[in-house]
């Protein structure tokens, strides 16, 4: 066909779309490189000290609620590394070069493969990838919000015996930062994905009801990995956001299931 492109042609697209990407890449990187007293006062290291907003708005509703406000909190890190806060700070810049990043790769992953797709497809993969981007951002910010903090009072506080304090390495927290804000990113993605695997047609609305009890469980296990505090408040504020993905995964794949069903009895008409 004339309009297929060739070999070479298809290796130059790609060619374009990784020196767009990693162009993007090291000019975020850069920035937040630049500007280290936002990233890491304003954002990374905040959640260590009360005055942190979630502690805050915590205490608040505390106080609406007539409950005591939460026990004073604070952890102080430690570098025993001589080249650790530097690669840190790289590191933290990469990272969030990549988060922000993230809708213009999907972008140009969406350039390169839409000519090999068909017309249906390509809607499909065009909800799929803005509805991946925007649930990614929503799982960070459920995890830096709710997640990490709670977990961090819960660890950065705990002790086995008062004669052992705690130090906690910058390696360490940083580690857990980013573990725990990229796996609810990824979380999140569930109704992204029960949506594309819905337009293929290895799922349906019926197959997810039927599993309905066990993502029950599976959002309590899931909860119970991520945040290792013991205490129920905090595993069940944690699983009902990923039990509700679940449920939103239900309603697109239904959602999907009705708009077939409606071109297959408008087609059956018009025969």
Request: proline share 3%.
């Amino acid at each position: 066909m004339a309009g297929e492109m060739t070999f070479w042609e298809h290796l130059d697209e790609l060619r374009k779309v990784i020196f767009r990407s990693f162009a993007v890449l090291i000019v975020l990187m850069v920035v937040f490189f630049l500007c280290k007293e936002i990233v890491f006062d304003g954002v990374v290291l905040a959640p260590l000290t009360d005055d942190f907003f979630v502690y805050r708005w915590l205490d608040d509703l505390l106080a609406l609620m007539g409950l005591p406000a939460l026990k004073p909190f604070a952890v102080t890190l430690v570098n025993i590394d001589l080249a650790a806060q530097f690669f840190t700070h790289v590191r933290m810049a990469f990272w969030l070069a990549v988060i922000i990043a993230l809708p213009f790769l999907l972008y140009q992953i969406w350039l390169f493969v839409r000519p090999a797709l068909y017309d249906r497809e390509k809607k499909a993969a065009e909800a799929a990838f803005s509805m991946a981007s925007l649930l990614f951002y929503v799982g960070l910010a459920v995890g830096y919000v709710i997640v990490f903090p709670l977990t961090l009072r819960f660890l950065g506080t705990y002790q086995v015996s008062e004669s052992v304090a705690n130090q906690i390495s910058l390696g360490s927290y940083i580690g857990m930062f980013l573990k725990m804000n990229l796996i609810m990113g990824v979380v999140f993605e569930l109704p992204a994905l029960a949506y594309m695997l819905s337009r293929i047609g290895i799922i349906n609305r019926q197959m997810l009801r039927r599993f309905r009890k066990y993502a029950v469980v599976i959002a309590l296990a899931v909860s119970a990995i991520i945040t290792p505090s013991g205490d129920a408040f905090t595993m069940i504020v944690v699983a009902l956001p990923i039990y509700m993905l679940y449920e939103v995964s239900i309603r697109l794949c239904g959602s999907e299931t009705r708009r077939e069903d409606l071109a297959e009895t408008k087609t059956t008409d018009i025969q």
